[in-house]
């Protein structure tokens, strides 16, 4: 069965630091994967998307993912974080069909 | 533009007390989604729509209707409801093509005391 892990639930970093979040799928197939982030009191906004190409793709807001198929990981990466990108943020797939697996959803918290 | 609108925001329930939360959208979209979201566990699929007329169940079905009677509206009913139906639901939709990213609307948190 299809499956994203997001291992960190909770990550803190300081502002300006370097940022990474894990994602791990489980997917026979090639996987369409997903990255949203969802601010407090907010629905989940699209950061950005790997559909095929170019392993590492760019999204808003600065950042960006890298697909890793010998890992089966789709880590989201940002050089220099903001305190405005305290959040939480999803890693999903989609099954092929119409309908999409979320993980469980990693918080990140920025310290000024 | 205004997406995906949800309503109401927050609402308070009794056990047994029965409710509508809907959920519009103005971008044509063929399918929609009903997804419910607990602390710790992600996203769960509710029920889903891949065009009026058609629905489908997710995941965790049980104890929700939905409808599709227009492209435009897509509403979750509640019956009987119950502690555990206490959640955060957003609704969410995406175009015809496979694989599309969601529209997600900024949800309905209920409470069911």
């Known amino acids: 069965a299809q499956s994203v892990t997001q291992p960190d639930i909770h990550i803190t970093v300081s502002e300006g630091a370097s940022l990474e979040l894990r994602c791990n799928y489980s997917y026979g197939a090639t996987p369409y994967l997903f990255w949203y982030v969802q601010s407090p009191g907010q629905g989940l906004q699209l950061l950005l998307k790997y559909f095929s190409g170019d392993t590492l793709v760019q999204g808003i807001k600065g950042f960006e993912a890298e697909f890793k198929r010998s890992q089966s990981s789709f880590n989201l990466r940002k050089p220099s974080v903001h305190w405005s990108d305290a959040a939480e943020y999803f890693c999903?797939?989609?099954?092929?069909?119409?309908?999409?697996?979320f993980g469980t959803g990693t918080r990140l918290k920025v310290l000024a | 533009n205004a997406g995906v609108t949800q309503t109401p925001k927050f609402r308070i329930l009794k056990i047994g007390q029965s409710m509508t939360l809907q959920c519009t959208q103005d971008?044509?979209?063929?399918?929609m989604y009903w997804y419910r979201q607990d602390p710790g566990m992600g996203l769960k699929l509710i029920y889903y729509s891949v065009g009026a007329g058609i629905t489908d169940k997710g995941e965790v079905p049980n104890g929700y209707n939905v409808s599709r009677s227009t492209t435009e509206d897509f509403p979750l009913r509640l019956e009987l409801a119950a502690p555990s139906q206490t959640s955060v639901y957003f609704c969410a939709s995406s175009p015809l093509e496979y694989n599309s990213p969601l529209h997600f609307g900024n949800g309905t948190r209920l409470t069911v005391t």
């Open positions: 999903a797939v989609s099954s092929g069909t119409y309908k999409y697996i």
């Open positions: 971008m044509n979209h063929n399918y």
